[in-house]
């Protein structure tokens, strides 16, 4: 990837946001032209479009857009993560790589603080949130707006994916993401 497009990030992407966050929000995967590109997850692809507007219409982001790295964006109470810190084969995790990737995604959550829940986008991301916690996959079930309590009190919210896939066709509309996205942070108040 990097021979073919050498100003690109190309490597694993780094969780993004508030340091104290009372809220992360766990994403599939870098997109090829997206946080591959920015090193900044959803930024530069579709599905940042409306993960940005809505967390900037809540007032947890300093801008609407997440346009590069530098751009000055901040985010409040809110920090971004994905369950797959490198672009995948065919953009789309295998199995393997999710559970390879886990590690990281353990230490994240254990270092965040206490009461900081968590907003799953997708059911990959779902299923990589339960492996951390080291529960079986059907411990949880997944489903857009499900509230789930963890093993140690915090709180898990999922969502579809805000996917170009998934917002055209109309399984996630606009207010049922920022439904979803006013659920989890409420659930940290």
Not at 14 to 20: R, S, V, Y
Not at 73 to 85: D, F, M, T, W
Request: charged share 20%; glycine share 10%; proline share 6%.
């Amino acid at each position: 990837m990097k021979e073919q497009h050498p100003d690109y990030h190309s490597r694993p992407v780094p969780a993004f946001g508030d340091e104290h966050p009372r809220l992360l929000i766990v994403g599939l995967a870098p997109g090829m032209h997206g946080a591959n590109r920015s090193g900044r997850p959803f930024t530069g692809d579709f599905a940042g479009i409306l993960l940005y507007q809505s967390l900037f219409d809540l007032g947890w982001s300093s801008a609407p857009v997440s346009s590069h790295v530098g751009d000055g964006l901040k985010l409040h109470g809110v920090r971004i993560s994905n369950a797959v810190k490198c672009l995948p084969p065919q953009n789309k995790p295998e199995t393997a790589e999710i559970i390879q990737c886990n590690g990281f995604l353990k230490n994240e959550i254990s270092a965040l603080p206490e009461g900081c829940n968590l907003l799953a986008l997708g059911k990959i991301a779902h299923d990589a949130v339960l492996r951390a916690y080291g529960l079986k996959l059907s411990a949880l079930k997944f489903g857009h707006a499900a509230s789930h309590v963890l093993p140690d009190g915090r709180r898990l919210t999922d969502s579809y994916h805000c996917s170009r896939y998934n917002t055209q066709t109309r399984r996630l509309t606009e207010k049922m993401f920022k439904d979803a996205l006013k659920q989890a942070g409420d659930s940290t108040a």
